[in-house]
């Protein structure tokens, strides 16, 4: 492992832009979803729709969208039923583009001649660029966390959650995020140049998210579920026994290292042609 | 020792060719101009030197070590101008050369504001908006800025306007007196032939002849052109040695390879009101030998 800080560097300050407007709009959904919770609980609105939820039509499917009335009730439950979802598409959506221009941008800008004929090896690239990767992970996560945290705190009034089950449930979202990244850098070595990934990306995060929702509805259809990576992120915030499972944990590393490995075996072979 | 040197270097992309059986040794301190059209398989040859193509066989060396393994190591020395220009749009002109400077051990501050005033370039330009001039200004600058031992360039004067191009070759020259060797590849034999001691010839993959170019320029080849007193035809003149006869009216023209002196004795019984013998152009002497036009330049 040897990281090019010259290339680190270089990415970081690339990519920087688009990554502050990410982690801008992400933070304000978070405070903004998180500030309908007091008025959710002020004006008994969720009372009034216990009859809704009482319908076990309705019932399934908001399950499938992973909001319960005990989950609305509670400020954790409410965070993860309202912010889950769309911090986990953002957050996947945001990282599997990252991935996926980040080695491929060189070759469709046709930059990758300027590069490679630098005095550093094929590895050492894929290292620097992966390093920015997580820098860029483990910094959007920070900021959902803190974020997280604030709203939690701000608006839970006379409601109390567990820390642990923040964490943890903030974990599975950085996990998850990471393995839709592992997946954007490897889809990216078989895109031909030119064509944009950004369709692919979409459709890779949408239809999985479906399938996931899917299968929760049908019961006939719960195993097509574990296709998804959705599907291995534990959204019940309110189990007294909820942590981290390692066949989950092992599902996201799992997945992770076997692409971001692969990744640099084909590259290191990889033709980069004009 | 040779700087390059390859051994049956084959490149095949899936079933197109590439290159085929390739061989060159490339002498320490020379210019060596590489040629041949488009599509024969010069950028697949450096490309593949350059680590950036693998080959399908064969094996290639520069300095002695292994272009494939030993890549990191031959990039330390080596100075490469690509033919197409690609740089990141969102740098200005000193961020990519400090970028590109940054890669080598030295610092090399001083030798970037140097080159860009001998070759009169705005650093802070962005590259969205250079010309395709300046942008080869760059490539050029790029290439130059650690002192490479070996500059390896690929059609490096497309784009360059004459005065541009006269610097260029001065610089050259300045780095090849310093002991750099140059590669220069080029579909133009006329370009290279001031600047080169000898020239490779790539036609269809394969490497068809490895000359010296004043022994290309000293191949006893004349062109002749003979104007007569009356209408003649291609059975006028019979001498060995005269090629490509072509009959217009009165005039002959031909090229001769032959012995002059059987030549001047075959006309002399004829009526002849002009003769013309000029020394053909390299360009002229490669098109005969190698059967190969090479291309009008581009632009």
Not at chain 1, 247 to 265: C, D, K, P, Q
Not at chain 2, 123 to 132: A, E, G, T
Request: charged fraction near 20%.
């Amino acid at each position: 492992m040897k990281i090019n800080r010259n290339i680190y560097s270089h990415e970081l300050k690339y990519n920087r832009t688009s990554f502050f407007i990410w982690c801008i709009s992400i933070s304000a959904l978070i405070l903004l979803g998180m500030a309908f919770y007091p008025v959710l609980m002020e004006g008994d609105m969720l009372k009034q729709m216990t009859a809704f939820f009482e319908n076990p039509f309705m019932e399934g499917i908001m399950s499938a969208f992973g909001v319960s009335m005990d989950a609305l009730t509670n400020v954790l439950g409410y965070y993860s039923a309202r912010n889950a979802i769309f911090i986990m598409l953002l957050g996947g959506f945001f990282f599997i583009l990252l991935a996926g221009k980040i080695l491929a941008q060189e070759e469709h800008e046709k930059t990758a001649d300027f590069l490679i004929t630098k005095p550093i090896t094929r590895s050492e690239i894929v290292w620097s660029k992966l390093a920015a990767f997580f820098t860029y992970l483990v910094l959007l996560n920070i900021v959902i966390l803190i974020t997280g945290l604030l709203s939690l705190e701000i608006f839970k009034g006379d409601n109390s959650y567990s820390l642990t089950s923040f964490l943890v449930h903030t974990l599975y979202a950085f996990l998850f995020m990471m393995t839709f990244g592992a997946i954007g850098l490897f889809l990216s070595l078989w895109i031909k140049r030119g064509r944009p990934i950004t369709n692919i990306s979409i459709g890779i995060i949408m239809g999985s998210y479906f399938i996931d929702v899917l299968s929760k509805i049908t019961p006939s259809l719960d195993k097509i579920g574990y296709i998804s990576p959705f599907k291995f992120v534990d959204s019940t915030v309110l189990r007294p026994d909820y942590g981290l499972e390692w066949w989950r944990v092992l599902y996201f590393v799992g997945i992770s290292l076997v692409l971001f490995s692969l990744t640099f075996v084909i590259y290191k072979k990889k033709d980069i042609l004009i | 020792m040779n700087v390059i040197q390859t051994r049956n270097l084959t490149k095949y992309y899936g079933k197109d060719r590439g290159i085929i059986d390739l061989n060159l040794e490339i002498e320490s301190g020379e210019i060596f101009g590489f040629i041949g059209p488009n599509g024969a398989g010069k950028s697949t040859t450096i490309r593949t030197l350059l680590g950036l193509i693998f080959p399908t066989s064969g094996s290639g060396t520069i300095f002695g070590l292994d272009i494939v393994k030993q890549t990191k190591e031959i990039k330390k020395q080596v100075g490469y101008m690509p033919s197409d220009v690609n740089y990141y749009h969102k740098m200005d002109v000193h961020e990519l050369l400090q970028y590109s400077a940054d890669f080598y051990d030295k610092d090399y501050d001083s030798r970037i504001e140097e080159l860009a005033e001998t070759f009169a370039l705005d650093l802070n330009r962005k590259i969205l908006d250079l010309s395709s001039g300046n942008k080869k200004k760059v490539t050029i600058l790029q290439s130059l800025i650690h002192r490479p031992k070996l500059l390896i360039l690929d059609e490096p004067t497309t784009g360059l306007d004459p005065l541009m191009r006269a610097k260029f070759f001065d610089i050259l020259r300045k780095e090849n007196s310093r002991g750099t060797t140059i590669f220069f590849s080029s579909h133009t034999l006329s370009e290279v032939q001031k600047l080169c001691r000898r020239v490779g010839i790539i036609k269809e993959g394969r490497i068809i002849a490895v000359e010296d170019i004043e022994s290309l320029r000293k191949k006893q080849l004349r062109i002749i052109q003979v104007e007569f007193s009356h209408p003649v035809g291609h059975d006028e003149i019979d001498c060995p040695g005269v090629i490509a006869l072509e009959a217009e009216q009165n005039i002959l023209n031909f090229m001769f390879s032959g012995e002059m002196d059987s030549l001047v004795k075959a006309l002399a019984g004829k009526e002849i009101k002009d003769l013309i013998v000029e020394e053909p152009t390299l360009e002229e002497i490669f098109m005969h030998y190698y059967g190969e036009e090479p291309e009008e330049k581009r632009g």
